[in-house]
């Protein structure tokens, strides 16, 4: 009697080989989506849009970093820009903020006390109508970020708690309903008390910060491609409105495909962009949009090689209330050392030309670029103690990196925390140095952070300055 039959199962009618196959070439057609040709096409796409909401609401355009600056076209490419009531252009970027998405994460929901983005307050103050249009992106499968799902309406809420704490009505927390459910909104809202506590330690100047938004809370709107109904916006010139506009869209709208559409196309950048960055991509978009994908490699080479050798020195923030301690980045450091008595570079390298001008003036922090960096530097700070030990109260020092947002950022933290009292005043090398706290290295960095709103301390970079401090 022969065998009964076995019963049939999906892995007896699929080919392995065949699935492998299957998958393999999906997944190539999904990469042959991503050329430099398509991104340059959707960020152009994307780039109308956000040109649509600054016109429509006649509000500043703040970028959320690192993506957000792509979709805004700069002052220097005016064919971009539109015209508002004032006569003036608009459309062009106010600023930049650093709303990070995972402090929006489901569970994760915080406060960053070293990313305080208090130049968004700078923005809505000198705004005409009172407010600002924050833009950012989110790649394929999401409606928006969460950091304006979730990150930016933690921040308004904390500000709005701390700001006016009389003002019971603009206490809630403020997020989209068709993208955060009720259960997560309640839950956030539960740590919002916290948040505010931790803020409230830094001892901020609450009443200049609550004079930059002329008395009044802020209040929130979100706009997406995919789901904006515009009607007449109402009248926001006595109230402080936040406009949260993704820029991408799930799919293309409003005029044919002629192209493969790329949601989020300029996320993650360093993958793409070949060295690229917001200001050389719309000082040359209509030759970059010209050149064949074979050809576009050479040529962004070309506009980066360019421009590394025109870099604009931008001048050091001096880190206040202290009076000594500078922040900058490399590019400043040949034209602006006269004016300093002490150089610190992080920088992977030493400048042979500032150590044989400078000689023990000039102190080499040796870390590379990145998180590779940041690791460095906790190992590279002790090289500060001879210069700690010899501080004297006049005495300028200007710390630098490659960006001059973070490695410096660092670097000046452990100076300031280790050598500057409550007023910023730098301590006789005979006193002792101060108690270190956690509470302490949070206050004085909300000190560069108040002072420099573009500073951007990676959390590896903070790590190892709180290594060094308490190791």
Known sequence: MPPPLEALSPSSLIFPSASTSISSTLHFLTRSNLTITNRIRSIQHDAEFVAHIASFYQLPLVANERCGSWYIPSSNNPRSLTVGPSG????????????????GHHGQWSFSLRRLNLLVLDVICGSERGGCIIVDSTRRGK???????????????????????DEVASHPLQTPEDVVSRSEHTQIELRL????????????????????????PIEIEWVTPDSIVLSPPEDHANRNLIVLCTASGRTISGRPETFDYVQGAADDSESWARGLTPPLFWAHIEQLSKTSEDELPAMIEGLVRARKASEVVHKPVLIQPTRNIWIGDHAATHTLHDDFDVIVSCSEQPDDVLVEELKD??????????????RELRLALPKLLPLIESLEPDIQVLITCHTGRDLSVGAALALICLCCDNDGRLRPAENPPPSLSKTLIKHRLSWIMVSMPDAAPSRATLQSVNAFLFG
């Open 361 to 374: 003036k000039y102190i080499h922090l040796p870390c590379a670029t990145g998180k590779v960096g940041s």
């Open 143 to 165: 409606s928006m970020p969460d950091a304006l799902s979730k990150t930016v309406p933690i921040w308004v809420a904390v500000l709005d708690r701390l700001l006016f704490p």
């Open 193 to 216: 008390p916290t948040f505010v506590s931790e803020l409230r330690s830094l001892d901020l100047d609450v009443d200049m910060l609550r004079s930059k938004l002329n008395g009044e």
């Open 88 to 103: 003036k252009p608009s459309g062009g970027k106010a600023g930049s903020a650093y709303f990070k998405s995972t402090d």
